[in-house]
């Protein structure tokens, strides 16, 4: 098999047979029975070359792969079920370890807006939690609030009440 890049790595259908070998048995062989007059050495050797091209998409997104080997169907797949399968793979986010590094942040950049928002809160006077007292105000008056709003506004003033 081909190891450029029109195609998985050779590995990669090794596993992908082996496991559906192993999963289904004998029905896997008889699916793939070679024809008579035909090396089976080159009759594997092209059926998988086959499947090489035909998923090598999802070289980018190996974790399509697991998932089709995760949830094979009763039956044997052919290529292109095995190929639907992968495709229907949740999408997954990328892991911590797979993203780019964020660039540094910029001190000055990182002051000056340190000093907005301080300027924003003392401007407000300096009370960070007037929103809770605002909800717990409006409680008081007898507007109705959310439960939502009642537990935030108790969260935010635990030594407060509502009379």
């Known amino acids: 098999m081909s190891h450029h890049e029109s195609s998985l790595p050779e590995p990669w259908i090794e ?18 029975a070679c024809p008579a007059g035909v090396d089976p050495k080159d009759h594997v050797a092209q059926l998988k070359a086959v499947w090489g091209r ?3 998409h999802l070289q980018q997104n190996p974790m399509a792969l697991r998932y089709a080997l995760e949830h094979l169907p009763e039956r044997v797949p052919n290529l292109g079920e095995f190929k639907a399968l992968c495709l229907a793979a949740p999408a997954r986010r990328p892991q911590p370890h797979e993203t780019l590094p964020s ?14 928002m301080q300027a924003a809160l003392s401007s407000r006077g300096g009370d960070s939690r007037a929103w809770a ?28 009440e509502c009379k």
């Open 133 to 160: 007292r605002r909800l717990q105000e409006r409680e008081r008056r007898g507007e109705r609030l959310t439960p939502a709003q009642k537990a935030a506004w108790r969260a935010a003033l635990p030594d407060m």
């Open 15 to 32: 596993r992908i047979w082996s496991t559906m070998r192993a999963y289904y048995g004998a029905a896997f062989d008889r699916m793939w």
């Open 54 to 56: 035909e998923l090598r």
């Open 103 to 116: 660039k540094p942040a910029d001190p000055a950049r990182s002051a000056a807006l340190l000093k907005r």
